[in-house]
């Protein structure tokens, strides 16, 4: 966890771990594409080429279903959808070589060292970074406003043919009043556990928050919960105190205080 604004680190472990990332891929998908200045009202196409065939996961957006490249975003952003995130890559300018490239070239920028993409769903392990890592994804990424608006959207609402596709945020916290979250993403898939990240006001100051690999389905809220609570009691007087209980001993949670 650190504060944004003055990059003091707060809390940390294990930060320089390296790690699956899962779909906090997206994060980066979304960036390139933002940055890219493509038209968000062009329409997009699923294809067969879209279809998850490394951990043969569902999706409702059938082939052949047409939605605009903003539609794709906010739908990859929000509800981590797997078929958007891949139609947005595939249709990158070059195709999807280009588009992995670009992706590691834009991490290799911000100084990620320890970060590498192979595809920009998430769904392949080999797409691997560290919290440290992340934490500066998280702070570039905040600084767009519309990768800020599509990741902390509530729900969306998508007319695929005759029918009106409903979709909901992964992160229930977004509707949460005693959070001010201004981004982020979760992110699963067996070889990352479950993860999530956050840029959140608490008590003034604007946290980037790092949750790869928590141990169980309903961890990563309640780490974050938890590590929200600390910080309200104890990190905006300056004061050492308690640290976290209840955070578990595993992954890259954090749970160490370094300053503050």
Same mark, same amino acid.
């Given at each position: 966890?650190?504060?944004?604004?003055?990059?003091?680190v707060l809390l940390s472990?294990?930060?320089s771990a390296v790690l699956p990332i899962a779909s906090l891929t997206k994060l980066m998908t979304g960036l390139i594409i933002s940055e890219a200045r493509l038209p968000m009202d062009e329409a997009v196409t699923i294809t067969e080429d879209d279809v998850?065939?490394?951990?043969g996961s569902s999706s409702r957006l059938k082939v052949g279903t047409t939605l605009t490249r903003g539609e794709l975003m906010h739908l990859a952003l929000m509800s981590s959808e797997n078929?958007? %995130?891949?139609a947005l890559g595939r249709t990158y300018p070059g195709g999807m070589n280009?588009? #992995?490239? %670009?992706?590691? %070239?834009r991490a290799q920028l911000l100084g990620m060292r320890d970060t590498r993409y192979v595809e920009p769903t998430g769904l392949s392990s080999r797409n691997q970074s560290s919290a440290k890592d992340l934490a500066r994804l998280v702070s570039t990424a905040s600084n767009d406003s519309m990768l800020r608006e599509l990741s902390t959207s509530h729900g969306y609402e998508v007319a695929v043919g005759n029918r009106t596709l409903?979709?909901?945020n992964t992160n229930r916290l977004v509707k949460n009043p005693e959070w001010e979250i201004g981004l982020q993403k979760t992110g699963y898939i067996s070889? %990352?556990?479950?993860?999530l990240v956050m840029q959140a006001k608490v008590s003034g100051r604007k946290l980037i928050m790092v949750f790869p690999d928590s141990a169980g389905k309903l961890s990563r809220i309640g780490d974050a919960e938890r590590v929200r609570?600390? #910080?309200?009691t104890h990190v905006p007087g300056g004061m050492p105190g308690a640290l976290p209980t209840g955070l578990p001993n595993g992954g890259n949670t954090v749970i160490r205080q370094v300053n503050g």
């Open positions: 966890m650190i504060d944004q604004d003055t990059s003091e472990k294990n930060d998850d065939t490394e951990k078929r958007a %995130a891949h280009a588009f #992995v490239e %670009a992706m590691n %070239a409903q979709y909901r070889e %990352a556990g479950q993860c609570k600390w #910080v309200e």
